[in-house]
């Protein structure tokens, strides 16, 4: 992707704040999401790293207002979308945004195509719906939009049906219809898991394209740090349900500062001298359902100390200025363990039981 210089005078397109969503079971409440914050700007595409588990798909479905019973999206919780608070809306006021003014493109395409209609009939539903086209004139976007993915024969392939088209094809075809939508953000939520290294290629491109053209902010999540660093702008890590380092992508790649970025990062294939193994960061991501009154990363920390499993991190500036910042007890650099727990002691500011911050 092109880089984007976020300028902090302009309005951000969507802004998160201390996003909570929590789900309850007989048990335990499970704090998939656990007080996140970022903003995404016109046409900049911010990125989403973590592993399975981390809370990644959890954190779009919050943004589209998709997360349903037993699972919530706490109250305290903020949601702004060109600065409207999409928490307070009823499900009425959300479907008029989902779509027309955020788009999703989810791994599967198979979850956003209904196998028993043609591609064409859903692409002129989405155009019906958001732009009122009907007709002649709806087929003609439709073919228009089939083109500009890059699908050959748009005319013909409008009448076939979502298993006639391959993997690639069916991901070109579900963002067609998010552009029937005319969306101004999008949701790309690990859109190329599933295809060869070929066909990402092909779908990162048509991305980079399409936001050039449309002016799209993207907000890109994944699990693949190759795909990361080609197509985002900025990149928050998340685990366990919390951001642990967020920065311009050149400088995370270049100076990773969390000892998770950094076992990320050696574990991509082809980073490793000739015979030596592959690198792993050893253990699982933790279910979090407790409150993060100590580093959920510690476990499986090689830099781990004591007070690691006593003192819940804060974000720090890493990078010589608020850009680069992470959450980890082995910052601030140049300052002793003690000072740096104090610091982070005083930064932190812990919820009780129901979410709500304990000042």
Do not use: W
């Not at 479907?95 to 859903?122: A, C, K, W």
């Not at 005319?182 to 066909?199: G, K, R």
């Not at 082809?270 to 979090?288: K, M, W």
């Amino acid at each position: 992707m092109q880089s984007v210089e976020p300028d902090e005078e302009t309005e951000p397109v969507l802004a998160v704040e201390d996003l909570q969503t929590v789900f309850h079971t007989d048990r335990e409440t499970i704090r998939a999401v656990d007080g996140i914050s970022f903003e995404i700007r016109p046409g900049e595409t911010v990125g989403i790293v973590g592993e399975s588990g981390s809370g990644k798909s959890v954190t779009a479905r919050s943004i589209m207002g998709l997360v349903e019973s037993p699972g919530e999206v706490r109250s305290d919780s903020s949601i702004r979308f060109n600065g409207q608070e999409l928490t307070e809306l009823s499900d009425t006021e959300y479907n008029e945004i989902r779509g027309s003014g955020i788009g999703m493109v989810f791994q599967d395409p198979q979850q956003s195509l209904n196998p028993v209609y043609t591609i064409g009939n859903q692409i002129r539903e989405a155009l019906r719906v958001n732009q009122g086209l009907r007709g002649e004139a709806a087929r003609e976007e439709a073919i228009s939009l089939l083109e500009s993915v890059a699908i050959p024969d748009a005319a013909r392939r409008l009448d076939e049906y979502p298993h006639e088209f391959s993997g690639g094809m069916r991901q070109r075809a579900v963002i067609a219809m998010m552009l029937a939508c005319d969306p101004e953000f999008l949701i790309c939520d690990e859109p190329t898991t599933a295809l060869d290294v070929t066909i990402q290629a092909q779908i990162l491109e048509l991305l980079d394209e399409l936001q050039a053209e449309r002016d799209l902010s993207i907000l890109f999540i994944t699990h693949d740090m190759g795909v990361i660093a080609e197509i985002a702008d900025r990149v928050n890590v998340m685990y366990a349900g919390q951001i642990i380092e967020s920065a311009p992508v050149d400088a995370l790649f270049a100076n990773p500062k969390h000892p998770y970025t950094r076992g990320l990062l050696g574990a991509i294939p082809g980073q490793q001298a000739d015979g030596e193994p592959l690198r792993t960061i050893e253990g699982d991501v933790p279910t979090p359902n407790e409150e993060a009154t100590y580093c959920r990363f510690a476990p499986r920390c090689p830099d781990a100390f004591d007070a690691c499993n006593a003192v819940a991190p804060a974000h720090v500036d890493v990078g010589g200025d608020a850009e680069h910042t992470a959450a980890c007890l082995l910052y601030p650099d140049g300052e002793t363990e003690e000072t740096r727990v104090s610091h982070h002691q005083s930064l932190g500011t812990p919820r009780d039981d129901t979410g709500e911050t304990n000042e």
